[in-house]
């Protein structure tokens, strides 16, 4: 991401375990036989474990997939394979990855395997943690109730998040699922003070130097960490990325006993880079092309999103839509293993009202008389039936006129123009770009002034005064 000189992220080209010129006395599993891209196949006399990290003498890191027959192995290389050769030796590092863990690791940027990407020291490698933990026990696990309070009107009242839950953010290119995941981790990590883990899968260089940039402006890198798998770096780093992130956030929930923010941008290229991975290994493609694999992989990463009694981890993942299509495998698989589902519409973005959020379609299963109460949960039924009445009657409108509409039907569309206008919202994280002030509003206030839209407190205020706003009061 940019050279160190140039003030911006840079990549380490070793994962720090062995320098040239040191004494090696790791144990050779092997030599390669081949390369094919990204892929090497390992002629070794004792088959290395599945998963097993191994190492070349210039710190090319490869990981084991497949056993092709009693001595040959196949492996995915984690760093470029330009370096790779036949007849190259290969070392074991006596297990799967690890990465180094250390309360140190609050506020710094990192890469798949801990090394700094910021330009700072390296970490203290005296205690590391395998990627690839199991998940917590099911006895040990806690199941929350509780609303993670945002400050982002139309979650807080349409889907509410629940605190150590699982959210996704749906929708197509451009719909701005990183904007308002970006704005959702600077309001939690300020509203709740816990820390936060981002797992950047397939990141944008640029998208990546900007968030680093912005929450450094912020305040808020000293209880963050940052893994980023760049979008071109191997399909075996943008696979693992997600990973070492977890492990991080897990390090922090056990050890530390924090309430862990955890957010993924974006969950489709972790599937992306495990069909690249699979069509590598020569797998036969199933639904749609998807590897075959696609539901294991994905609750591979889900299960481990888990708050226990010693601390809670909230996840927030982004996920591509492809073609706006939600039926897709991919969105499919995801969807089944989340707590809230929002889903951004490209119709709302082209009507001007941001966060595009549909509230038709989203939904959270915390929405319920007994979790919610009984006001939180009324008035946001009132306000999915007045925009979904609103739905209903577009088409008659644009043909006839408001004109033409039963008194009753008229004030249902004039409310939820108005409902549909308040529930937009300036961001902190795009203030710098629209000039308005970023706000957040509290929840009690976005019940009161929905509730008063409803019962016509402001049939007389015109819809531009609900446009890109907090509180009506305010």
């Not at 599993?29 to 004792?46: H, K, S, T, Y």
């Not at 799967?96 to 090394?115: A, I, K, M, Q, T």
Request: charged share 25%; with cysteine.
């Amino acid at each position: 991401m940019g050279s160190a000189r140039e003030g911006g992220l840079h990549k380490s080209c070793t994962p720090g375990w062995y320098e040239e010129g040191m004494a090696d006395t790791r144990e050779a599993v092997g030599e390669i036989c081949a390369v094919n891209g990204d892929v090497v196949d390992i002629a070794c006399p004792r088959l290395p474990p599945i998963r097993q990290a191994l190492q070349t003498d210039g710190g090319i890191m490869l990981e084991v997939h497949q056993h092709l027959n009693p001595k040959r192995a196949r492996a995915i290389a984690l760093h470029p394979a330009a370096g790779l050769r036949r007849g190259q030796t290969l070392y074991d590092t006596g297990g799967p990855l690890r990465v180094p863990v250390d309360p140190s690791l609050l506020g710094r940027v990192v890469d798949l395997f801990g090394n700094p990407l910021d330009g700072g020291a390296p970490l203290d490698a005296a205690v590391t943690r395998s990627i690839y933990a199991s998940p917590v026990a099911l006895t040990q696990t806690r199941q929350s109730t509780e609303i993670l309070e945002t400050g982002i009107k139309a979650v807080d009242l349409l889907c509410p998040f629940a605190r150590g839950g699982k959210t996704g953010l749906f929708g197509g290119a451009g719909v701005g699922k990183t904007v308002l995941m970006n704005e959702f981790m600077s309001s939690v990590v300020t509203m709740h003070a816990g820390v936060s883990v981002f797992a950047g899968v397939g990141e944008r260089i640029r998208e990546g130097h900007e968030l680093w940039r912005s929450m450094t402006v912020a305040g808020l890198m000293p209880t963050t960490i940052m893994v980023y798998g760049q979008m071109d770096e191997s399909p075996g780093v943008r696979f693992r990325v997600a990973f070492t992130a977890l492990t991080y956030a897990e390090y922090l929930r056990d050890t530390l006993g924090k309430e862990v923010l955890f957010l993924v941008d974006n969950m489709f290229r972790f599937v992306q880079a495990g069909s690249e991975i699979s069509g590598l290994l020569g797998r036969m493609p199933a639904t749609v092309g998807y590897q075959p694999t696609l539901q294991s992989e994905v609750a591979e990463v889900e299960e481990r999103i888990l708050s226990t009694a010693s601390g809670a981890i909230t996840s927030v993942q982004t996920v591509y839509v492809p073609a706006d299509d939600i039926t897709d495998p991919a969105v499919e698989a995801l969807l089944g293993h989340l707590d809230t589902v929002v889903i951004l519409s490209r119709a709302q973005a082209a009507e001007g009202i941001y966060p595009a959020i549909d509230p038709l379609a989203s939904s959270s299963r915390l929405m319920d008389r007994r979790t919610l109460g009984e006001r939180h949960y009324t008035i946001a039924q009132d306000v999915r039936s007045h925009l979904a009445r609103y739905r209903e009657l577009r088409d008659i409108i644009s043909m006839l006129g408001m004109e033409e509409l039963a008194e009753a039907d008229r004030k249902i569309v004039e409310r939820a123009r108005k409902l549909q206008r308040y529930l937009t919202q300036p961001f902190n994280v795009t203030a710098h770009l629209t000039g308005i002030k970023g706000v957040s509003v509290k929840f009690d206030d976005t019940l009161r002034d929905c509730e008063e839209i409803i019962a016509g407190a402001y049939d007389k205020t015109a819809e531009s005064e609900c446009y890109m706003r907090g509180s009506l009061r305010a």
